[in-house]
């Protein structure tokens, strides 16, 4: 494995007809990181992975190992590993074949081959199938294959495109375990793009909000999840009541158009009688507080329930609550002042 401390993206840009669909994105990976590539379609997720992987031309910027320019080098010669959403296996090639493949091409002797690529068969599990076309496998496992045939050449970075979308929920979950297992047991350092929020915070160390082709966002789960940088960054994050008003005398806000005041907590630069989007997650509306709200519709989520309900000054809340509601049941809603974040409502 090449030893190195850390990966450094600098001002990595990439369009096309002269659109950006990345847009200087400057990050340092430490070794041993998981990073996930966070945001919705289209916002460059796979841009950046790509520009990463040596596939896609840089327009901008560069890209560094310690200090060894990796962006004019060509894929093969930066030594990462690529899991793809479809698995991009060779479908005449048995198991074996697959993972031992690349270390063919990167010339390592027989016996070491075969060694190395038993070893990782067996880290994925896949013993009994090694003599199996892909054909003859279920999703899981052809993702499995994908993965061993990326960890098998020991590589500096694993880039990571998507794995879990074509899986069905169950696998998700279990392949998602894997993949942190094996990132940890490995000692790998793993760029990982995905769509799914839940994901990006289970697994990464520190995650990257795209939008745009813009960085909104770098942080660990934690501090994007409880203090996202802007609404877009909370919309996305599941803050999905966004109330529209207008700051006043400090922290507190007065809703529109129902004009009742609130009092939250600002984030970014909030004047007064500034245009604010307000934003708190489901989960964080108290129900013992003093507004009475209206319950509109009740959606069953396993353990809890996610409700609607309208307040008598006309908000339109999102609630969640492990008690039964029923449609035209009264609730008394609150909003905890730390909870409610107060967004500059025109900043992008
Ligand atoms: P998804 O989750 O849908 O894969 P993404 O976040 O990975 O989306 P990218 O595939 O990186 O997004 O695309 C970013 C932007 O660049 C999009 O607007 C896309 O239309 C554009 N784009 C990507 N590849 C090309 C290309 N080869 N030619 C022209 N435009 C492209």
Redesign the pocket.
Known sequence: MTRFERLRLDGVT?Q??G?D??SELSLEIQRGEFIA?L????????????CLAGL?PLTAGSIWRDDVRLDTLPPERRGFGMVFQNYALFPHMSVQKNVSFGLQMHGVTRAETRRRTTDAIRLVHLEEHATKLPGQLSGGQQQRVAIARAVVIEPSLVLM??PLSNLDAKLRLEMRTEIRRLHQSLGLTTVY?T?DQEEALSLSDRLVV?R??RVQQIGTPEEVHTRPANRHVADFMGYRNLLPGRASSGASLLLEPSGVRVKGTPVGSVNDGDPVVAAIRPEDIRLDGDREATVDVVEYQGREFTVEARTDDGLMLHLRTGTRLSVGDKVRVGFPPDRLLLFPAEAS
């Not at 945001?39 to 790509?50: I, R, W």
């Open positions: 990439r096309f007809a659109v669909a990345l590539l945001g919705p379609s289209g916002c460059g997720k796979s841009t950046a992975l790509n896609l495109d998507e793009v769509h795209l745009d082709g």
